[in-house]
């Protein structure tokens, strides 16, 4: 995983109420993953824990296209983000799909490629910044949401003329029912392949007023993802996200970033940081933000943020707080 993989993937808000639809709770999906319950009310992940939470959703439901199909269809259209709001209200198919494929590049890791050839368009899927393929639930989720969209947008029931996955599926027949085509297992690539004129169809929900505000805003914010990166910011936003794993160094970051730790505490020191810096801070925040949740007790705080002894724990937030963790805790639940 390099730079661009490691930065924070932005889980969208409906899977939560999607899968509870379906009649999963989302703390059980987190738990299956392995992950802290905060990603639900934070859902900030790695690329591995994004695939993560992918797959224990997979398991829990128990056949991968029953799982695709139930989810694309719970996935309430309210609940899209920005960039997803910008196709959905877009002049037409083509127009929703090519912006699809411009905006998912702020949100990796997932890349569509958009082939038009004579009579027909294929999209297909690809893992940007990444060698390890996503699980088989969210490439049949993300193949289904591109045919929902065009759904949803025309109001028509369109049809696509040939689906292909490179690994099993599980229920095809439960997938070829909602693609209404033939859909392949052990093919070489991912692929979506839909009628050329059907990207012609005006969208029902096309909106140049909405499309006026939210595209200078994406582009815009595109255009400075692809300009800056703060290593400082990625760094502690790693730090956050392993402290469960015990200890943490330099050069295990490093690793994760492609670079090595002489590399690392070079680029940090250019930001005028330093890694011990860092992971206190990461720490402390992560200290404020568990012990505001009466759930936890203050010894599953202190492994969270990676203390193995109770008793450094309580010195280190002494040093942070000017406070006891006890007395912090009781001035301040439930306000962080």
Not at 33 to 53: D, G, Q, S
Not at 163 to 191: K, W
Request: net charge negative.
């Amino acid at each position: 995983m390099n730079l661009n993989t490691a930065k924070s993937i932005k889980f969208p808000s409906g899977f939560w109420s999607g899968i509870q639809l379906l009649g999963i709770a989302p703390s059980d999906v987190v738990r299956q993953a392995r992950l802290p319950l905060t990603v639900i009310t934070e859902p900030k992940v790695t690329a591995a824990e994004y695939f993560a939470l992918w797959q224990a959703f997979s398991d829990l439901t128990g056949d991968i296209a029953q799982a695709v199909v139930g989810l694309v269809h719970a996935f309430e259209t309210t609940l899209y983000p920005p960039d997803v709001l910008a196709t959905y209200h877009a002049r037409n198919y083509r127009d929703a799909l090519y912006r699809m494929a411009r905006y998912k590049q702020m949100c990796p890791p997932e890349r569509l490629l958009i082939l038009e050839k004579d009579e027909e368009c294929t999209i297909e899927l690809e893992w940007q910044h990444t060698k390890e393929s996503g699980p088989e639930v969210l490439v049949g989720i993300t193949l289904a949401y591109l045919l929902e969209l065009g759904r949803r947008g025309t109001g028509q029931a369109l049809k696509a003329c040939k689906v292909e996955f490179i690994h099993p599926m599980g229920d095809v027949q439960a997938l070829e029912a909602y693609f209404g085509c033939p859909v392949h297992t052990g093919s070489v690539r991912n692929r979506l392949t839909l009628r050329s004129r059907d990207l012609d169809i005006p969208f029902v929900t096309y909106n140049e007023e909405l499309l006026d505000i939210l595209t200078p805003a994406l582009d815009r914010t595109l255009s400075e993802q692809h300009s800056t990166a703060s290593i400082a910011g990625t760094v502690k936003w790693i730090i956050k996200r392993s402290l469960m794993g015990g200890h943490l160094d330099i050069h295990a970051v490093a690793k994760e970033l492609h670079m090595s730790g002489r590399t690392l505490q070079r680029r940090l020191s250019e930001e005028d940081t330093s890694f011990k810096h860092l992971l206190t801070e990461a720490r402390h925040e992560q200290a404020r933000e568990y012990l505001a949740n009466p759930t936890l007790d203050i010894k599953e705080v202190a492994c969270l943020v990676g203390y193995g002894d109770l008793n450094s724990f309580y010195r280190a937030f002494r040093i942070w707080e000017g406070d006891t963790a006890s007395h912090w805790r009781s001035e301040n639940i439930d306000k962080v």
